[in-house]
């Protein structure tokens, strides 16, 4: 079965208006709290299960190649090193407990399931990067660790399934 626009152009076309969209709809106070990133993510999710967009395109790996390394560029232009100073340490406690259970469990559970699982080993290092610091840095550690695109669309889906109830 075909999709409706599948062409780069449309795509393109199709992914600004949905990062619009979703911007213009945080004025309501319902889209505010999921954010505008969720709101991308639930209408791409749509777009692609109703056949609208296609599911894999060349854009998409594209977009991803490119987006991800200019992402982590501005990310770290914009962060202030001496705003870090003058946090408390209960942040910075909880950012590294945070970051050091989530390491653990991926560990103990790497180790029960990564020999099950293709590049099981880099499922776990993508998914302590998406729950430290979001689904951008699930695809950075997947572009990192030279993941298959398979594999990343596996991770990106189990990802959705758990976080986006959670998230709502």
Not at 3 to 10: A, D, E, H, K
Not at 56 to 75: F, R
Request: with cysteine; hydrophobic share 50%; proline share 4%.
């Amino acid at each position: 079965m075909g999709t409706l626009i599948s062409s780069t152009q449309g795509l393109l076309f199709v992914i600004l208006l949905m990062v619009a969209f979703s911007l213009w709809l945080q004025k309501y106070k319902v889209c505010r709290s999921l954010g505008p990133v969720l709101t991308v993510v639930v209408i791409g999710i749509v777009l692609s299960n109703t056949h609208i967009v296609p599911i894999s395109h060349e854009l998409y790996d594209s977009i991803s190649t490119y987006c991800v390394q200019a992402g982590i560029s501005i990310c770290l232009l914009s962060m202030n090193v001496t705003e870090l100073k003058k946090l408390n340490k209960e942040p910075v406690i909880a950012l590294v407990s945070a970051i050091a259970s989530v390491c653990v469990v991926a560990i103990v559970l790497g180790m029960i399931f990564a020999p099950r699982i293709i590049e099981g080993w880099k499922c776990a290092g993508m998914f302590v990067g998406t729950y430290t610091g979001g689904t951008p840095n699930l695809t950075a550690i997947a572009t990192g660790v030279d993941c298959s695109r398979e594999t990343l669309a596996a991770a990106n889906a189990a990802d959705y399934v758990v976080s986006t109830p959670l998230m709502v």
